[in-house]
Structure formats: C-alpha cells, structure tokens
C-alpha cells in the first residue's frame, strides 16, 4: 500500500465507541467538534437514532449450534467479512492530518467497506490508489451529491470510475444544509488548508435577483435539487451501481426498487439535517417490508454497538454504517484509532452472535427481537 498514514496510540481506558467520543472531544477544538459532534435544531434525531437502538432488546436462544459461526455478508456482488461499512464523512483532516487517507487504510485493513464523501479533505484518487491493492479490503464506494452543474457532477462520476470506486451513493435527503445552530453558535470556518478539493473547479450559480416574495432557498438552491428523473439521468451515466441515501419514507424505498437501483441506506443524515425525523431504527422495519428484498438495505444513525449492528441485521438491513464514532477514533489515533473502532464493533457483534444463538447473520431475524406480551 502507497503513503500509508503513522499510526498512532489507543489511550488508555479507551475501550468503547462512547470512550473514543469522550476522548475526542479533549482533543477537537470547539470549530471541529461543532462540525463533527453537532446535529440540525435541538438535536432530537440524534438523541431519538441513539434511544431507538437501546429501546430494542434481544431476545436470545441457547443450546444451538455455534461451531463456524462468522460474520460474513453477502452485498453487491462481494462478500464483505462483516456487515460494517464506514459512512461519508467531510473535511476529515479536521480531525487529523492524515485524514481520509489514514480512515481508509483503517477501513482495509479492517475489512470494512468505505464510502468517501464528495467532500472529503483528499483527492478521491489519492485515497483509492492508497487502498487498491489490500487483499483484505472492503468495497469502495464513492458518496455523490448532486450538483448544480451536471456536467460538472458528470466529470466527478467519470473520475470516480477511473479511481477504481465499486458503486456511487447518491445523498439525496440535503437538498440545503440543516439549521445547524451548534455550528452556528461555535462561528464553523474550515480551517487554513482544509477545502473540498474534489469540487475545485465548479464554477458557483449564476447570481439570482430576488423579485418580492421571492425565496432564495427556493428559487435559488432548490432549483437545481435533484428529483428522481435526476436518478434516472445518474443511472445512465455510469457504469456503476447506484445506491440512494437518505431515505426514511417505504415509499420512497419502493420508488427506488421500481428504478432497480443497487441499494437503499435507510438514514437521516445522523440527524444533521432535518430535526424531529424519526429514528432510522422506527422506520426500517416498515422499510424492509415494503421493498420485501428486491434490494438490499443498509442503515445508519446512532449505531454505537456489536449488539446494535445485530438489531439492525434483525429488522432487515443487510449492512450498517457509522460515521462519528470512526470520526472520534480518527481524532484519538489516526488510522489505529479508525481500526480500533471497527475491531471493537465486529468483536462486539461476534460476542452479541454466539449469546444470542446466531451462529451467522442470516439466522437473525424479527424473532431474535423481544416483544412484550
């Protein structure tokens, strides 16, 4: 592997996702906290994604057969060596300078799959050429937000095609930035030296003169917001799987099932952009049942245990990601810290398996869940 990061050290007493959040947060000065830590309004989607989790409790069977358990999943075409896939997360050099860069080696080393976000810190070439030839590696997917120059975002497909990127997801739930108010309170500017440097060159929309009664988040940004005849064009652009992210509505789910794309991300975004949302875990049953398999679902969104990513495999996801706990162990270690995060969560998910009866993901189902009489 080329340029492969420093590693760095665990700290001490670190031995939870919530142990790497408390650590990062002596680290993160209060610009990149906000950035990273914050989520839209009063933040109740991101404290209802966490409580959903927790709310579900496992209902174990015992005495049956472990022996050749494994964690392994099956998604578009490759098996994955466990379900955990590393979510689109921007300006990563925030939090250390290795950035993208040191996440994707983690993620390889890992096994685990790596979304890198259009706004990533690094060029997208640069991280899939640090991570191409790792035996061990997870997919390689490339987050895209659609932009208002679709030549331009065409080009930005072309590139991550050439890189070696696996499947293109497609953001599709922010259209406009959330109400922010941590990062407004905190002042947010990107650092010196920090930039998304994947949109160098896109030229800004020509300037808009507002007549009364005119909106410039309506008549401005949203004008060029993509609708799904926006999938469609995507779908034909590239050679790629398309996956969408962002979903919280079936028929939503069931519109992108009709377009046969490659997958669904049941997700809010982690609670960024629209508050009062419902948590991902209330809504991706209701999900599941709507699309019946005709494509594979992932979720996001507070995920922060073995036990967690087992529920979510429970009512339907074939895969997860998580976004700041990785984020944190970046800040704590570099690329070990990443690592760390991973490792905790599949040994954690191995232990929640074998006490719960499940000897393989494909065994847990709606059942593995409690329901009260």
Known sequence: ?????????????????????????????????????????????????????????????????????????????????????????????????????????????????????????????????????????????????????????????QRAERAGYEALVLTVDAPSSGARDRVRRAGFRLPPGVSAVNLEGLRPPAPLTLQPGQSALFDGLLASAPTWADVEWLQNQTRLPVLVKGVLHEDDARQAAALQLAGVIVSNHGGRTLDTTPATAAVLPRIADAVAGELPLLVDGGIRRGTDILKAVALGARAVLVGRPYLYGLANAGALGVAHVLRLLRDELEIAMALSGCATLEQASRGLLFKPA
């Not at 921007?90 to 993208?100: I, K, L, S, T, Y």
């Not at 860069?101 to 685990?112: F, R």
């Open 1 to 157: 592997m080329n340029d492969v990061p420093a590693l760095g050290t665990i700290p001490p007493g670190v031995v939870t996702l919530a142990d790497h959040e408390a650590h990062a947060r002596t680290l993160l000065d209060n610009n990149a906290w906000a950035y990273f830590s914050g989520g839209a309004g009063d933040e109740l989607t991101v404290r209802a994604n966490r409580q959903a989790w927790d709310t579900l409790q496992l209902h174990p069977r015992v005495l049956r057969p472990l022996a050749g358990g494994h964690t392994r999943v099956q998604l578009l075409g490759r098996t994955l060596a466990h379900p955990v896939l590393l979510a689109p997360v921007a300006f990563q050099r925030m939090a250390h300078p290795d950035g993208e860069l040191a996440t994707a080696y983690a993620a390889a080393v890992q096994g685990a799959g790596l979304v890198l976000s259009t706004q990533a810190s690094l060029p997208l070439e640069t991280v899939a050429q640090a991570v191409s030839s790792e035996p061990q590696r997870g997919p390689l997917w490339f987050q895209l937000y659609m932009q208002h120059d679709r030549g331009f975002t065409r080009e930005l497909v």
